[in-house]
């Protein structure tokens, strides 16, 4: 295949694959740009129409030129690096994930300054010099691998010096400062609140994380964003070798790469007679301009220049190989072309400051959206907002940069000199054609991405629509990994011809992040695997580890769920645990419970207040069980109060609800009762809490700790003690959660693996885990609040009518206990549940209906399942379950559909074990 | 990502906020004394107007201090803000 | 006695010439809570060798570290083996104060170094531009997904306060993040 390199550029090679062949390109080229090299022109098969499709744009506007390589599924030929060995194919229908794993590191980095510059062409780099000269903080941050913006595209001069020459010592300059930052290879992708950008960094696979975002909050933000050349619809404007008229520009100039030998150029405006200029000094053949307009551009001596024409046709399946142009008066021509140049104008890159919340206002001037007012703090620079000579771009971006420093407040430093440039021609107004005529719009192309043709838009116009969200929508035009880049406004202009609108009236649709496509995995960033969500450990936690425990998440703990012996299931282990327990002894980890240390001389009242039961007549020394509403009335916490001192009660909170008992706490101290004296301190972590439970605990801990009076006359159930356990400075409640006679010993954290470790040591404990916890305390009925309560439940409805005092005037949810609501007699209750086969385990959630025979559905449902678990000491399974007027129902046979099954089981209450509480004192 | 200026701390990011709803809704003198329809109102009832809002915030992975802001819903911009004391 | 534990117990320093990650483990920490207006806050300032710093996110540093907590909260952190509690109790008297022992609540990790900074910026949003977040100023804020209590001991150095339960997950979070600066002369030692 012949070279399509400019004789003479120079470059290292690389070699790489596509589509299964061997090329080589050179260092700096894209993918693109070394396939154009190699004289590639179709890269792809469109989606839906299967259409060969050529490379179409130089940048990330690109809608056909999609690869997968290495587990990309999906990248853009027109940004993708050429690296050695780089093996590509092209992306023929949807793209696929890869099947292999992903082994890439991505991280992401806050970063905050006073002057956030977006795009390092003209415009950002006068803006990011302007900036930094006042001493500012500046981010520039620039999506290209080399600095410059469109100059290394144009080859214009800035100083006097190659564009691309100024841009990269403009940048290496800025990138010395003390308070500048320099991104390079970094697309802004979103714009939000409060001036809260995010950035992709591609650092490549050999850096440390392979893609990094930048979340930057940034004082003042200056968009110098560029541009991007417009499409025209017209008669087989997708074939290959129909190309953006400046992005062929690029080619040449930027990678000596010419994308055809010869051309014509279909313009509306002056810009593509620049294009052509460059592109017959790199050698390609000017077949002729067309210009849509009847007063030409400045074209080059020799260049046949056809004014009032446009194309309409384009002749060659497999890509382009003639032009047939059509004039007013004149007779069709059909020209020999391999390339078909296409410039319908330039749309400012408005994205990000229309996701900053910037209202688009339409240029009649221009013909295209450019931005209007915005409450974030932002500026708009160069072509961005519609400005396109280089001189103006530069002295725009200057005062924009300039402003920007003295809105965040820094002003008079050194002052950024506009460097000279070269005259440049007046410019002829540009008309503003989207779309040629046709009788049949079927290969007018609109969306190439999505295969969206102007006969798709008029179709849905022709059903009724008329907003341009709902086109998009009907259509999908500019729903593709380019996100309309090209064809947003085109279906817009396009949606306006149909409907004889101004493209003014239509607007676009909404701009939305991520401004180029951004992987999940870049997104995640170091939140995956191990550390995507905190894991929350105990101090016991390598003891847990070590024998063998598999742990059960709770909120963000890990806890111990059972310690499986050799041979063991979870069923035989938990068996054997509650065996355990129940008739011997048993140790838990009980660390996690929450623990909030209240204090000062209002503590008895404000616990008063958040309880439902009264907590100002405990003793010093003793503990009650209590429990917390909401102002509903619907239970919100439980748990344990230690009265420590007369101004001082260490309460207990369940694990999953430690903080926000901590923050209900705060908040009615701060906001309702700031008058009362008390001080909250979360103490959770402070101690490692060890459950000791079952018959044989009593003498486990006389043995740990010899000076404490341990017989149940000195050490009474619902007491606490400060003694010393195992040598350790310890507080030892006397607290059952299994209807066992059971202690927690509370110790320093530090000292946790040592107290387990004796107790451990004593050789007649059994170790247990939530598991079994959880079988000991349901078969006593004790709800776990957010288990057997869903934020619909009244202590009530537990059956804990005792917990609720009469006496208090008031407290957290008493009036809500006098609505119809609280009292109504089909509330759903906590009762149990006995399978009528005793094997049957139900499961949580399973639902509860009253007949023997389903109805016709709708079916009635009683209530569910919240807790259920084989018991050793019932012979039986059995479950908790919240049952519509569950208390009048003791007896009653319900049924649990399981699949094709109505599973009968037996109403009781929910005490199914030790109803009397003769266990408690051992 | 809103910027949050909590009085105290100064302006953080949103995330490390707790948003508590309308602001200067008291909780009642004497529950006992209003009636179902007036209980149910504190209860259940709330504003949510386009525009200025005053709601409460607490700063809940910072100071863990309550405050009043107005905000306005519209814009989110945040255009006054009060410590509750 | 049996000897103690530090909850990251397999937290491992590392050094290099940009970065250095180690646990300062056993610090005596006291919450303490007190109108910053009363007798009692002067007092306790007083015998504690400086007045509560009362401007939000700033430290003192005299017998004991005092870090702004809230604005009638401290943290009082001492070192291993110190009783700063004794010392509060005692020029507190009979006032109403709040004063809680929470030295094995949070655990510390000190990060030191060129590529402090650096290293931070991955996980928390703060601006730690040393003008803004110098020696002198601490923060309750987030690092990547857990609570932490950042204080600014130097011009490169970082005392990372966090809650015992999340310190191995942190830990395993700055180690990850910290592979970047540790590059150059990185010693791993137990």
Same mark, same amino acid.
């Given at each position: 295949m012949t070279s399509r390199r400019m004789a003479g550029w120079q470059g290292e090679p690389v070699r790489f694959r596509f589509d299964g062949r061997d090329y080589e390109g050179v260092r700096g080229d894209t993918l693109a740009s070394a396939l154009l090299a190699n004289g590639v022109r179709t890269v792809a098969a469109s989606p839906a129409l299967g259409r060969p499709r050529g490379i179409y744009a130089a940048w990330t506007e690109e809608p056909n030129a999609l690869v997968r390589y290495g587990v990309e599924p999906m990248a853009q030929a027109t940004t993708l690096d050429l690296t050695e060995g780089l093996d590509a194919t092209s992306l023929r229908g949807r793209g696929r994930l890869s099947e292999e794993p992903d082994t890439s590191r991505y991280d992401a980095v806050h970063a905050h300054c006073d002057v956030l510059v977006v795009g390092a062409g003209p415009a950002g780099l006068a803006a990011a010099a302007a900036a930094a000269g006042t001493g500012a903080r500046v981010i520039i941050a620039d999506d290209r691998p080399v600095a410059g913006g469109s100059l290394p595209d144009t080859a214009e001069t800035v100083g006097g010096v &190659?564009?691309?020459e100024w841009a990269a010592t403009t +940048? @290496?300059? /800025?990138?010395?400062?003390?308070?500048?930052?320099? +991104?390079? =290879? $970094?697309?802004?992708f979103g714009y939000y609140d409060d001036n809260y950008l995010v950035a992709v960094e591609r650092r490549g696979a050999d850096a440390y994380s392979r893609e990094r975002v930048w979340r930057i909050r940034a004082r003042q933000v200056v968009l110098a964003t560029g541009a991007h050349e417009r499409p025209i619809a017209f008669a087989g404007n997708d074939r290959p070798g129909v190309m953006l008229a400046g992005s062929a520009r690029a080619y040449a100039n930027r990678h000596g790469v010419l994308p055809g030998a010869r051309a014509v150029v279909f313009t509306t405006n002056d810009s593509a007679y620049a294009a052509a200029r460059d592109l017959a000094a790199a050698g390609v053949e000017i077949a002729a301009i067309v210009d849509t307009r009847d007063t030409a551009g400045h074209a080059q001596d020799g260049t046949e220049v056809l004014t009032g024409h446009v194309v309409t046709a384009v002749g060659g399946d497999?890509?382009?190989?003639?032009? $047939?142009?059509s004039g007013a008066g004149h007779v069709d021509r059909e020209i020999e072309a391999d390339l078909l140049l296409v410039s319908g104008g330039w749309n400012p890159l408005v994205h990000l400051f229309s996701q900053a919340g910037g209202e688009l206002r339409h240029d009649d001037a221009t013909g295209s959206f450019v931005p209007g007012p915005v409450r974030q703090a932002v500026e708009v620079a160069g072509a961005a907002r519609g400005v396109f000579t280089l001189a103006g771009c530069l002295e725009d971006g200057a005062a924009a940069g300039a402003r920007a420093a003295e809105a965040a407040g820094f002003r008079m430093g050194d002052a950024f000199r506009i460097p000279e440039t070269p005259a440049e021609e007046p410019a002829e107004p540009a008309a503003h054609l989207w779309l040629v005529e046709a009788a049949d719009y079927a290969t007018h192309f609109v969306d190439l991405q999505r295969d969206v043709t102007v006969a798709d838009v008029m179709k849905a116009t022709g059903a009724g629509l008329r907003s341009v969200e709902h086109v998009k929508r009907y259509t999908t035009a500019g729903t593709a990994h380019d996100q309309g880049k090209l064809s947003g406004v085109l279906t817009s202009a396009v949606v306006g011809h149909a409907l004889g609108l101004p493209l003014a009236d /239509?607007? $676009?649709? $909404? %701009?939305?992040?991520?401004y180029v496509p951004v992987g999940f995995s870049t997104l995640a960033g170091r939140d995956r695997g191990a550390l995507h969500d905190p894991v929350r450990t105990t101090s016991l936690h390598e003891w847990h580890v070590a024998y063998g425990a598999p742990f059960e998440n709770v909120g963000q703990w890990k806890r111990p769920w059972y310690y499986p012996r050799a041979g063991e299931d979870m069923e035989a282990a938990v068996l054997r645990e509650c065996h355990a327990v129940r008739t011997s002894v048993g140790a838990m980890d009980a660390s996690t419970l929450g623990k909030i240390d209240v204090q000062g001389p209002d503590a008895a009242e404000f616990l008063d207040r958040l309880y439902t039961n009264m907590m100002s007549t405990l003793k010093v020394g003793a503990i009650r069980y209590g429990v917390m509403c909401r102002p509903d009335g619907m239970v919100f916490d439980d748990g344990t109060v230690i009265r420590l001192a007369d101004d001082r009660f260490l309460v207990t909170t369940t694990t999953g609800n430690a903080a926000a008992v901590l923050d209900w706490m705060e908040e009615w101290l701060q906001t309702e009762w700031p008058h009362l004296r008390v001080y909250c301190t979360s103490v959770t972590e402070h101690w490692a809490t060890v459950a000791l439970a079952g018959p044989g605990s009593r003498d486990v801990l006389a043995g740990l700790a010899p000076g404490l009076a341990v017989d149940a006359a000195s050490f009474p159930f619902m007491t606490w003690r400060d003694t010393e356990v195992a040598g350790l400075a310890a507080r030892v409640c006397r607290i059952s959660f299994s209807g066992e006679l059971a202690y927690e010993i509370n110790v320093n954290a530090w000292d946790g693996l040592a107290l387990w470790e004796a107790v451990m040591g004593t050789g007649t404990v059994t170790p247990y885990g939530t598991e079994t916890m959880h079988v000991l305390r349901a078969e006593k009925g004790y709800p776990i609040v957010g288990q057997d309560t869903d934020g619909t439940v009244t202590p009530a409805d537990l059956g804990m009518d005792w917990v609720v005092s009469k006496k208090k005037p008031d407290f957290i949810g008493k009036r809500s206990f006098a609505r119809a609501d609280t009292s109504r007699p089909d509330r759903k209750h906590l009762v149990g549940l006995l399978p009528a086969d005793p094997g049957r385990l139900l499961p949580e959630g399973a639902h509860l209906v009253e007949t023997g025979t389903l109805p016709e559905p709708p079916v009635p449902t009683l209530g569910h399942v919240t807790s259920s678990y084989?018991?050793?000491?019932?012979?039986?399974t059995f479950a908790l379950a919240l049952v519509s007027g569950g208390r009048d129902r003791m007896g009653e046979e319900l049924y649990v559909p399981l699949g094709d099954e109505l599973v009968p089981v037996t109403v009781t209450s929910h005490i199914l074990y030790d109803p009397e509480g003769a266990r408690r004192d051992g | 990502m809103l910027l949050i200026p909590c009085p105290w701390c100064g302006p953080r990011d949103e995330a490390e906020f707790h948003y508590g709803g309308q602001a200067h809704v008291a909780y009642p003198?004497? &529950?006992?004394?209003?009636?179902?329809?007036?209980?149910?109102?504190?209860?259940? %009832?709330?504003?949510? &107007?386009?525009g200025r809002f005053a709601e409460r915030w607490n700063h809940t992975a910072g100071c863990r201090r309550w405050f009043n802001a107005v905000r306005n819903t519209a814009t989110n911009e945040i255009e006054a803000r009060e410590v509750i004391a | 006695m049996a000897e103690r534990l530090s909850p990251p117990a397999r937290f491992t320093p590392v050094s290099s010439d940009d970065l250095r990650i180690a646990e300062v483990p056993f610090l005596t920490q006291i919450n303490l809570r007190?109108?910053?207006?009363? =007798? @009692?806050? @002067?007092?306790?300032g007083l015998a504690l060798g400086a007045p509560l710093p009362t401007d939000p996110g700033t430290c003192t540093s005299a017998q004991a570290d005092v870090l702004w907590m809230g604005p009638d909260e401290w943290l009082v952190v001492g070192e291993r083996g110190d009783d700063p509690e004794g010392t509060i109790r005692a020029a507190a008297g009979t006032a109403h104060v709040g004063i809680t022992d929470v030295s094995a609540q949070r655990t510390v990790i000190s990060v030191d170094g060129p590529r402090s900074r650096d290293l931070l910026a991955h996980g928390c949003a703060l601006d730690l531009h040393p003008r803004v977040f110098g020696p002198g100023r601490c923060a309750q804020t987030m690092l990547a997904r857990a609570l932490v209590v950042l204080a600014a001991t130097g011009e490169e150095g970082f005392r990372v306060f966090v809650r015992s339960s999340f310190a191995g997950y942190l830990a395993d979070w700055l180690l990850d993040a910290a592979g970047e600066y540790l590059r150059k002369g990185t010693v791993t030692s137990r």
């Open positions: &190659p564009g691309d +940048l @290496a300059e /800025l990138g010395g400062r003390p308070d500048v930052r320099v +991104l390079s =290879r $970094t697309s802004v497999e890509g382009v190989s003639s032009v $047939t142009v /239509l607007g $676009t649709t $909404t %701009f939305r992040a991520p084989r018991s050793a000491v019932l012979g039986s | 003198e004497n &529950p006992a004394a209003l009636s179902d329809e007036e209980w149910a109102r504190y209860l259940f %009832f709330r504003d949510n &107007p386009e | 007190v109108d910053p207006k009363s =007798r @009692a806050a @002067a007092d306790i």
